[in-house]
Every structure is written in structure tokens, then in C-alpha cells.
């Protein structure tokens, strides 16, 4: 039975979530002096503080201190009045949890006390949660066997109905606007409108208008009123991709909405307020950003509230052969095509591919293969990867005469070469070499053989 303390001065408040956390199966105590709090936590150990964040004599914010700089793994959640969210914004970048609104839903406060919980009991126990390495796993639209992925599979389900600001890190083509929409998804604001911008694909000049929305005759070509993108989303998720690109002056706008969730139309007089979730994604440092003054630090911190890593597709290296055979399947029945395998050879190739231009890439070479190939197998020669990414693999610039080639031969030239290559690179060591290869080192050593290397 997990034991949970109540710190909140409001006798009414602090009985309510004791009747209610005690009907879920929680051991409760509840206090309403946070000064005594203090002395409690010190000689007992609970597994979650619930705490008003203002209470005369000592504040929410210092109770924290305090209770973290007592026991660092503390886990501890914020009940907030609406005016003090950005005092709660504070608490998170001191380590709390997470926060709930007063007067917000009940059952929105039990998923947060179930998730913080959760994650308590992983700390205790010092494990990391079973995810099988070698299980293909599908969600909302992603697949993936790697640990991370699977990893970040579960953080969507217990992040996305918290209140709590999100901020996707990732390169390019990683599947950022994916996440997003699973975020959504899973969301109790599933059945409202998901919008999605690309902050960086709409001018500067139209980007304030197209966020905001404007009135008649405040600029020309303004014929009619019209909304934005913040108040299309109203009720449901608004997600914000390349939020690194915003110009100094929109950034000043953006944080006002995500602070008071209110805005103006450009040319109106009265502020719209709007009950939107907020994600944004980036592909930049926007540390680095910070720290250079290119971005606003008060607005960085405001969105990053809870921020989740997208790997590239070159460190989910097992992952890559799901993806093959996924958009195989996609790009033959689009084109008509029945191909439906890729050669062993070929797959090598693109395991040991660096993709810069991760998933987005991949897809795009596995759709130009499938176009452009004749047989009913995906062949080394089909696959267009830039030379600077192959780690030394050749480009298939063969050409077909009328005559025909002799496949066999020409492939063992290629494969000559990066036997070759990974044998210079590792200077002469047949173990690394094979490595490096992704092959075993009895198989390589057939293959030097073979095709007569030294």
C-alpha cells in the first residue's frame, strides 16, 4: 500500500483528497502546517508528497527545497491555483513531479498520483521496466524493437494527460510530429482537433497571422475574420514543429499564450482565451540557443516541461529491417508492384547506413527502389545512399547493357571493396572488421577467402 502525504492549509481541501486517495487504496496522512511537514518527512518515509503551492509561513516552492535537499528522490506534486502557474513551472525545474490545478478534475489528479507512482516504484526497486529487446512493438502509427523507442512508447501513455507542457528533441525525419499525435491520441482530448504547424515552413511575415488569426481590414488582402491556429485547436492539442526557427518578436507572443493561455487577433482589442494543449518539437540545441540569446530562456523552460528524446534511426539499428519490410509493403501496393523482399546483401547496406535523413530518408529510398526495380526483390543496384553517409559503401551506378551483367560478379566487386575498406579501417583485424560489418567473424573470413583478399 503505497503511503502518501497531504501537506495543503485548506482543512476542506486536505480532507477531500484523504477521503479520495484513501478510496483509491492509499495509506494517507494528511497535514496542514508544512513547517511540521518538514519534521514528518524527516522521520518517516513516504512514497508521494501532495502539497498546496501556497500556504502561509513557508511556501509550496521552499517546501520542496527543503523535503529534495532532504531526500532527493522525493516525488512530489503540486496543487496550484490557476494565477500561480508560473511559480509551478518554477517547482518543475526544481524537481517536482508535476502539477494539477485547483478545481480541476478528480480523475485527472488520480492519473497523475497513479503515474508518479509508477515511476516511485521504479526508483525503489532500482530496475528499469522489462521492455523485451527482440519483441516488435506497434504504437500509434511507430513500430520499433529498441529499447528507447519502447521506452518512449510507455512515457506517451503516462505523459499524455498531464497538464504539463511537452517538448520533443530529435534530428530530422526521426518522427517527431508522430509522437506528437500519439500524445494526442491517448489523451482524454482525443476526439478534438489536433494542429500541427511547421514553424519554420510559413514565412515570417504570415506566421504571426496564421497562429493568431486576424480581423478585418487590419492589413491588406484582410476581406473577413479569420481564426487562427490556436483557436482551431481550442479543446484539443496544438503542436508546434521547429520551434527553434521563431523570430525574437513571435517568441515574445508565444509565451504569453502558453503562460495565460490568451492571445489577440492581429488588429483585434480583446484577448481570446483558449484551452489548448501545447507540444512543440525542434531539431536545434535550443540551449545553445539560450545561451547565444537566440531564444527566450522564461519561454525554453515554459515548453520543456517534460521533455522526450527521439534517438536517430542510426542508433536503432534493429529497428531498420522493420521499417523495410513495412514501406516494401506500402510502396508495392501502391505501385502496383509484387515485390515483396529485399535482398540480403541489400539489407546489409542500409544496416550499416548512417541516415541523415533517418525514417524520412529511409522511406524515400525504399520508395525510389520499389519504383525503379524490375525483379520481385529489392537489389543492392536499386538503393540511391549518399556516398558521405555509406561509411565507405560505393554508389550502384551500374549500368544494364541489352547484353545483361553477371549480378554475382558485380556484387562481389562491391562486397570486395568494403571487406577492404573495414580491414584498412581496423588495420588488418579481422575480428573488428567484422564488426564493423554487422557479419561473424567465420563468415568474413569465408569471404576474404573467396574472393581472394590479403
Do not use: W
Request: glycine share 8%; hydrophobic share 40%.
Amino acid at each position: 500500500m503505497a503511503k502518501i502525504l497531504v501537506v495543503d492549509d485548506d482543512q476542506g481541501m486536505r480532507e477531500f483528497m484523504e477521503i479520495m486517495l484513501v478510496q483509491e487504496g492509499y495509506d494517507v496522512t494528511s497535514i496542514g502546517e508544512p513547517v511540521k511537514a518538514i519534521d514528518l518527512c524527516r522521520k518517516n518515509a513516504f512514497d508521494l508528497i501532495i502539497t498546496d503551492l501556497k500556504m502561509p509561513k513557508i511556501s509550496g516552492l521552499d517546501f520542496l527545497k527543503v523535503i529534495k535537499d532532504q531526500r532527493p528522490d522525493a516525488i512530489v506534486i503540486l496543487i496550484t491555483g490557476y494565477a500561480s502557474g508560473e511559480t509551478a513551472i518554477k517547482a518543475m525545474k526544481e524537481g517536482a513531479y508535476d502539477y494539477v490545478e485547483k478545481g480541476g478534475s478528480i480523475e485527472e489528479l488520480k492519473k497523475v498520483v497513479r503515474s508518479a507512482l509508477q515511476k516511485k516504484g521504479l526508483i525503489e526497486n532500482n530496475i528499469e521496466e522489462k521492455l523485451p529487446a527482440d519483441t516488435a512493438s506497434s504504437f500509434c502509427g511507430m513500430i520499433g524493437t529498441n529499447r528507447e523507442m519502447l521506452k518512449i512508447f510507455t512515457t506517451i501513455k503516462k505523459v499524455s494527460d498531464t497538464l504539463a507542457n511537452i517538448l520533443i528533441l530529435g534530428e530530422s525525419g526521426t518522427g517527431k510530429e508522430l509522437v506528437a499525435s500519439a500524445i494526442h491520441e491517448n489523451s482524454s482530448r482525443s476526439k478534438k482537433p489536433f494542429v500541427a504547424i511547421n514553424s519554420g515552413g510559413i514565412p515570417e511575415n504570415l506566421l504571426e497571422s496564421e497562429l493568431f488569426g486576424y480581423m478585418k481590414g487590419s492589413f491588406t488582402g484582410a476581406y473577413a475574420d479569420k481564426a487562427g491556429f490556436f483557436e482551431m485547436a481550442r479543446g484539443g492539442t496544438i503542436f508546434l514543429d521547429e520551434i527553434g526557427e521563431l523570430s525574437p518578436s513571435l517568441q515574445v507572443k508565444l509565451l504569453r499564450v502558453v503562460q495565460e493561455r490568451t492571445f489577440r487577433r492581429i488588429g483585434g482589442s480583446e484577448d481570446i482565451k483558449v484551452d489548448v494543449r501545447i507540444i512543440s518539437a525542434t531539431n536545434q540545441n535550443l540551449k545553445e540557443k539560450v545561451r547565444k540569446g537566440e531564444f527566450r530562456e522564461d519561454l525554453y523552460y515554459r515548453l520543456n516541461v517534460i521533455p522526450i528524446h527521439l534517438p536517430p534511426l542510426r542508433e536503432r539499428k534493429e529497428d531498420i529491417p522493420l521499417f523495410i519490410n513495412h514501406f516494401i509493403s506500402k510502396y508495392a501496393q501502391m505501385f502496383g508492384k509484387e515485390i515483396r523482399d529485399i535482398s540480403s546483401y541489400a539489407m546489409e547496406l542500409l544496416t550499416n547506413y548512417a541516415f541523415p535523413g533517418n525514417i524520412r530518408e529511409l522511406e524515400n529510398i525504399i520508395e525510389r527502389s520499389v519504383a525503379m526495380e524490375s525483379s520481385n526483390i529489392i537489389l543492392p543496384e536499386s538503393l540511391t545512399l549518399h556516398p558521405e553517409a555509406s561509411s565507405g559503401v560505393p554508389r550502384f551506378d551500374i549500368e544494364i547493357t541489352d547484353k545483361g551483367i553477371d549480378l554475382n560478379a558485380e556484387l562481389g566487386k562491391i562486397e570486395k571493396i568494403m571487406i577492404e575498406k573495414a580491414l584498412q579501417k581496423t588495420n588488418g583485424s579481422k575480428v573488428k572488421a567484422a564488426e564493423l560489418l554487422n557479419v561473424t567473424f567465420d563468415s568474413l573470413r569465408y569471404r576474404i577467402e573467396k574472393l581472394g583478399i590479403e
